[in-house]
């Protein structure tokens, strides 16, 4: 059974940085199609960042330019956060597809980011 698991959430305050992680106890070839999500009280799941099948790196606007996501062994992923937002604040979700895992779409259980003003 592949597993995903997350860490590196907390409470930071306006201006600061978080990196969180993402690993897989397995993948098929590469971590290439992982993101991350991230979905804030009253509001809808909205992409973060994600690495494209095809290996490139995918912002939300609203995040573009602060956060970077990248590679780190072959089965993790990271999300640098910096420069730190009240409107940053949610919990994030990492997720890995289907032909990533070689088994089915996983969700992470999700990791708090609070930034505090």
């Known amino acids: 059974q592949v597993q995903l698991v997350e860490s590196g959430g907390g409470l930071v305050q306006v201006g600061g940085s978080l990196r969180l992680s993402c690993a897989l106890s397995?993948?098929?070839?590469?971590?290439?199609?992982m993101g991350w999500y991230r979905q804030a009280p009253g509001k809808e799941r909205e992409l973060v960042a994600r690495i494209t099948n095809g290996g490139s790196f995918i912002y939300g606007d609203s995040v573009k330019g602060r956060f970077t996501i990248s590679r780190g062994d072959a089965k993790t992923v990271y999300l640098e956060m910096n420069r730190l937002k009240p409107e940053d604040t949610g919990v994030y979700y990492c997720?890995?597809?289907?032909?990533?895992?070689?088994?089915?779409?996983?969700w992470g259980q999700g990791t708090q980011v609070t930034v505090s003003s």
């Open positions: 997720n890995a597809p289907k032909y990533v895992t070689g088994s089915y779409e996983l």
């Open positions: 397995r993948v098929l070839s590469s971590t290439d199609g």
